[in-house]
């Protein structure tokens, strides 16, 4: 397994000072969001959330991998990702709020989240052939979970991906649970990573806790790609917290994994302590980090807060070029709901 931070010191790797600080910043901008969002759909900012607490090193790592030209194939669990690759904080939580999901003018090359389990692992690998007939440079990052493995989208295009050869890194984020399924109980394999073989591409496993470790082996993954070589990278972390706000992780899970202490333990603590004994960050270096964060975010969900409401409409006129009964029915239900409701409410 790929591991950076438990191994050696940073003057031993091919990583500055300055990518570990970099890092590090995105790290606590994430965990920022992250815990920011969580609080805010609590109050009834926005109907759901899926925090992605004990994974920022394996998608910040990630995203620190990619370049500019790159393409993006989201979960809905990569706000991480998406952060640390440039997506605006408030793009992300205004699509948590109804709208569409980049409202901003920026110019990051990412597709939209993938909600339904697995449907974007084939676009990332179309896409990818589409880039082999235009004879481009970028390749793709799609990223899913472990429970992704078990849908018939992800054979599918591993398939495809070896056979057209692809470029496409196919980023699994094994964070120990499918909902309430542990990796075990859903598949027999002795990883994910493995499966690769099946379709003559090349895997690795990372320690997806360590955002210095996942970025190297994302690098690696990433230039084979583009050199027609598809590769699965299973980056081993851990789901902290619970698998959306619907969820009650302690019906299913106890508070002792068995599973090694670097996978469950808090990767930014970890990363944290790791710098301080490098001499990489300080306690000032830390605090501002912090405190940038928390700057940048309350910009974020005041600009969120401050565009024009959704249009309801909109969820039925880009469905269908005519609306079929059911659907117009459902409709005008729709707007006799929205009259009955108090205008304050439909403004939070």
Known sequence: MHRLIDDRPLSESRFSTDDARAAYVDLVRTRRFDERAL?????GWMSGYPPFLG??????????????DDWLFPTYRSNALQIARGVPMSDLLRYRRGYPEYASDHDVPVFPQAVPIASQIPHAV???????????????????GDGATSEGDFHEALNFAGVFDAPVVFFCENNGWAISLPRERQTASESIAVKAEAYGIESVQVDGN???AVRDAVEQGLEAARDGSPVLIE??????????TADDPSIYRDDNPELPEWRTRDPLDRFEEYLRAEDVVDDEFVETAY???????????????????ADPDELFDFAYEQLPPELEAQRERMHRSIATRDPQELDR
């Open 39 to 43: 609080a805010l759909q609590r109050r």
């Open 55 to 68: 994974q920022e090193a394996s998608q910040v790592g990630a995203a620190h991998a990619m370049i500019d």
């Open 126 to 144: 179309g896409a990818g052939m589409a880039r082999n007939y235009r004879e481009n440079d970028e390749a793709m990052l799609v990223c899913f």
């Open 210 to 212: 360590d955002p210095l």
């Open 235 to 244: 980056s081993l972390t851990y789901r902290r917290g619970a698998h959306t």
């Open 291 to 309: 405190e940038d964060a928390d700057e940048e975010l309350a910009e974020a969900v005041e600009l969120a807060e401050s565009g024009p409401r």
